[in-house]
């Protein structure tokens, strides 16, 4: 069964995903850019000449001149292009050492500094051509330097000292140097590539890390993975500011009616006992349950069901702030006489509460004078919804699951972690109570799947209840001891094998 996205909720989800790539992506780019800045231009220039040896024709022995004709010309010389190609190497290792370096410091007008280890020489075998490279912190720096060098090089080679009485070294210039327009280092382009590729890596590896570390719950079939209990309803986002203004205006909310009707059309068989108590609760107090126990009433009261809401979270009592100028009567006015909340017009009666610390609320909710109220709204209401406190905040929930039949579990999907939720289902069946489904707020998905609701049926084994003739699971502990013939035959309950809900 196909459901629609929650677009809203999905944007959320993968709104910090992106925002953290694209951070990454960004502090990358930015530190490339501030290392970029920093780093002083470097350009090069290049010149190239041309390694030429001539070397001196050896005369006969018997052709030697004799002491008249020491007079006569010099022995004539010749190109040698094997001895050209021989001493390329020579010529290339003395542009690059230091004598050439402080001889070109001074021919261009520079510091040695700036010279000496800044001249490169390469050639390729067999070629008598050698390239002159040299680098600068400027442009025509650069050039100058190389210009320099082909003029020191030449004039050097040419003094002799290379081939001696063998002949002649010549190193021609052939093409001068000219400055050029762009540094060869750094590379803006290259930089911010690089710098936002790692910056995209460590933003990837962040996320894989929180991944493995994060348990957080975000979709309905994680949720019934992990929890292994039926979902009744998933509410879209609704935001603050609406949230605010209480649970009937957002009911007015297309999207919303439709999830929490369902919720209600999955209750059916369970509700549909009269004099049902259920307890709506979460793992913290964060996940939403006090909007959802609202929100449920007033769809139950929107089904012609009697329903009285009561505040059972007393230390963080919201549930007023959704009902303002509804009651009159808090809880703690109630105890002594309910007769005002039996009194009260109208399909859903809501009892807020004060704040009061643990120990007190704790005892409040064990005493005679509460479980007395709860009696008195039996013959007024089908069906009694307490807003409970989270599971893992303390010590009331084991109070008030005496008194009720089935839980409620609300998760709040990117908010609400597995570890958590996993707990909170545990401890509420160790207190034996039920556990009706989950209703999912902010779900990004609605689920593809129809889930039978059999979680209940570990109950009917402790109870020792026969299948056959069995009540419904979750019924109040005393409901069937003492059986009421005026309120008809009762449905199927929870556990029944036949029920499915469907999303």
């Known amino acids: 069964m196909s459901t629609p996205l929650n677009v809203r909720a999905a944007v959320r989800t993968v709104r910090r995903p992106v925002g953290i790539i694209a951070l990454s992506l960004c502090a990358g780019v930015g530190a490339a850019w501030a290392v970029t800045a920093q780093i002083t231009p470097s350009y090069e220039a290049r010149a190239s000449l041309m390694v030429m040896a001539y070397t001196q024709d050896q005369p006969a022995e018997d052709d030697s001149p004799s002491r008249g004709d020491q007079n006569d010309d010099a022995p004539e010389t010749s190109y040698d292009p094997a001895l050209s190609q021989a001493t390329v190497r020579t010529v290339a290792r003395l542009a690059e050492s230091a004598r050439i370096g402080q001889a070109t410091s001074v021919q261009a007008g520079l510091r040695a500094s700036e010279v000496v280890g800044h001249i490169r020489a390469d050639y390729e075998p067999g070629v008598q051509i050698m390239n002159l490279t040299t680098d600068a912190p400027t442009a025509h720096k650069a050039a100058a330097i190389a210009n320099a060098a082909s ?163 007393l230390r963080n009592p919201t549930l007023g702030d959704h009902f303002p100028g509804r009651s009159e009567h808090k809880l703690q006015e109630l105890l002594p006489d309910p007769e005002p909340l039996l009194s009260s017009p109208g399909p859903l009666r809501t009892v807020p509460a004060d704040a009061a610390e643990p120990e007190i609320s704790r005892s409040l909710f064990r005493s005679p004078a509460f479980r007395g109220l709860l009696a008195a709204t039996r013959n007024h209401s089908d069906i009694l919804v307490v807003n409970g406190p989270p ?95 005026g309120r008809g035959t009762a449905t199927a309950g929870l556990d029944d094998p036949t029920l499915t809900i469907r999303r």
């Open 151 to 313: 003029i020191v090089l030449r004039q050097q080679v040419a003094s002799g000292e290379l081939l001696g009485r063998r002949g002649t070294l010549y190193a021609q210039p052939l093409d001068r140097a000219t400055p050029p327009d762009v540094p060869t280092t750094p590379k803006p382009l290259l930089n911010l590539l690089l710098g936002g590729l790692l910056g995209l890596f460590a933003g990837i590896g962040f996320l894989s890390l929180r991944n493995t570390l994060d348990d957080t719950l975000r979709s309905t079939d994680q949720i019934e993975s992990e929890l292994q209990v039926g979902i009744l309803a998933t509410l879209p986002q609704v935001r603050r500011r609406h949230r605010r203004d209480g649970a009937m205006p957002a009911l007015r909310r297309r999207q919303v009616a439709a999830s929490v009707r369902a919720a209600v059309a999955a209750l059916a068989p369970f509700t549909d006992t009269p004099d049902r108590r259920i307890l709506i609760t979460s793992a913290h107090q964060d996940d939403g349950k006090t909007f959802v126990s609202a929100l449920l009433s007033l769809a139950l009261a929107e089904q012609y069901y009697r329903v009285t809401l009561i505040e059972g979270d």
């Open 391 to 485: 599971v893992l905040a303390g010590a009331d929930v084991a109070a008030l699951s005496e008194e009720c039949d089935a839980a409620i579990l609300v998760v709040r999907a990117g908010t609400t972690g597995a570890a958590d939720a996993r707990r909170a289902v545990q401890v509420l069946r160790r207190l034996d109570l039920p556990i009706a489904g989950v209703v999912v707020v902010d779900a990004i998905d609605a689920g593809r799947r129809v889930r039978r609701v059999d979680d209940l049926s570990y109950t009917m084994a402790s109870l020792g209840t026969p299948a056959a003739a069995a009540a419904p699971v979750g019924a109040p502990k005393h409901a069937y001891a003492e059986a009421d013939p």
